[in-house]
């Protein structure tokens, strides 16, 4: 089944952030600067680097997954952009709850939003590609003064009118958010940042609230092997 016009124009390469074409009658999207061919599952497109295929191995008809790959430059921050941890990812798993076993990563300079899926729970996994949960003025200005706080990062300003492009929230590039089917959690619960001085969760006054090793936090900076709760389900951060 072919994706729509309007979602591939929001997709990119997550690499090199280029353009992608959809192939093999929309089971696939190629990156033709990267050479590398991204499953969609389900109608899902599965936008990480691991999981894509380089279509420049030569080994028969198939391809295998790539496991690793030089880091490149990626248009996050300018304090960053040139360091050679740019393209680092952090890895979590998710424990328990209805999504139990499925795993997420996050990019340095990337911050991803946790919540709760509403409609088909069927159809949403934590491959969301969208910016489902909207973040309003008052969420916004939370996340922004905890950006600046522990971060210590300021909101940057555009070159031009002041504003900020959609994807991004402070110093941070929003990811796609991690949509959940535990139905216990906040339509928006929390907030997961990746920085040079560590990874940090937030709690976006959530109903149930967010714990981290059985503790109740309003913010962290997580440790390799923490474990974080949110309703029924518990993640945790691998590093």
Not at 111 to 136: E, H, I, Q
Not at 196 to 206: A, F, K, P, R
Request: hydrophobic content about 35%; overall charge neutral.
């Amino acid at each position: 089944m072919a994706l729509s016009a309007k979602l591939l124009d929001v997709l990119v390469c997550p690499q090199c952030k280029g353009k992608l074409a959809q192939v093999e009658g929309g089971q696939g999207l190629f990156c033709n600067r990267c050479q590398l061919k991204y499953p969609v599952r389900e109608g899902i497109p599965v936008m990480l680097v691991e999981e894509a295929h380089d279509m420049r191995a030569k080994s028969g008809a198939s391809s295998a997954p790539v496991s690793s790959r030089a880091p490149v430059r990626t248009p996050t921050q300018s304090t960053t952009s040139s360091s050679p941890t740019s393209a680092k990812r952090v890895r979590f798993r998710v424990l328990s709850g209805p999504d139990a076993q499925t795993e997420f990563d996050l990019q340095i300079g990337y911050c991803r939003a946790m919540g709760r899926a509403v409609g088909d729970v069927n159809k949403t996994t934590v491959m969301n590609v969208d910016w489902a949960l909207s973040l309003d003025d008052e969420t916004k200005g939370l996340v922004l003064q905890y950006i600046a706080q522990q971060f210590r990062k300021p909101q940057p300003k555009s070159e031009t009118n002041g504003s900020l492009p959609n994807d991004q929230l402070g110093a941070f590039r929003r990811g796609p958010d991690i949509v959940l089917k535990d139905q216990t959690l906040s339509r928006l619960h929390a907030m997961i940042f990746s920085d040079e001085l560590g990874i940090g969760i937030l709690d976006l006054v959530s109903k149930n609230g967010t714990f981290v090793n059985g503790e109740e936090i309003e913010s962290r900076l997580l440790k390799k092997g923490d474990t974080i709760e949110l309703g029924e389900t518990k993640i945790v951060f691998e590093g």
